[in-house]
C-alpha cells in the first residue's frame, strides 16, 4: 500500500468529497475517480476538455465543464491551497457560491456559469486578489453587486448575466 505525504491526502479527500457531494456516480466521465491511481490523472483524457492539472503533485487547476455535477458546490475546495483555476461551467450545481472560496488565494478564475446557483455573490470575493475571470453567467443570483469587486484589481472579465436580477 502506498503511502501519501499529507498534502497528497488532503487534495485525494477533497477530490473524493467533491466526486461524492456532486453525484459523481452519475458524472457524463467518471472513469478513473476515487481509486488508487495518482489523483492528478483520475479526470485527465485527452478528447475531451476535463481536467486536472498539477505542479509538483499539487493540484492547481480543476474543469469539470459539462460533466454532470449536481448538488452544491463543496466547502472543502477551499483545502486545495495552489488552485488557480476552478472550472464548474454547464452543469447543475445548486445552492450558494461557498465564501470560502474567498480563501483560494492563488485562484485566477472562478467559472461557474450555466448552473443553478442561487443567492448572491459573497463579499469575501474581494479577497481573491489574483482573480483575472469570474464568470457567473445564467446562474439563479440575485442581490446586490458586492463593493468588494472593486478590489479586484487583476480583473480582467466579469461576467454576470442572465441571472435573476442584480442592483448595484
Known sequence: METYPDFRLLQRFVLGVLYFAT??????????????TNE?????????VEFA??????????????NGLAGPVPLELEL??????LEFSNNGLTGTIPGRLSNLSNLQGLILFDNF?????????G??????GLDLDFNQL??????ALGLLTNLESLFVSGNVSFSA
Open 23 to 36: 453525484r459523481g456516480g452519475n458524472w457524463g466521465n467518471d472513469s478513473g475517480w476515487v481509486t488508487q
Open 40 to 48: 492528478c490523472q483520475w479526470f485527465q483524457r485527452s478528447d475531451i
Open 53 to 66: 492539472a498539477c505542479v509538483n503533485r499539487r493540484i492547481v487547476a480543476l474543469s469539470l465543464k459539462d
Open 80 to 85: 486545495l491551497p495552489n488552485l488557480v483555476l
Open 117 to 125: 446557483l442561487s443567492g448572491t455573490i459573497p463579499d469575501g470575493i
Open 127 to 132: 479577497r481573491l486578489t489574483e482573480l483575472r
Open 142 to 147: 440575485d442581490g446586490e453587486l458586492p463593493n
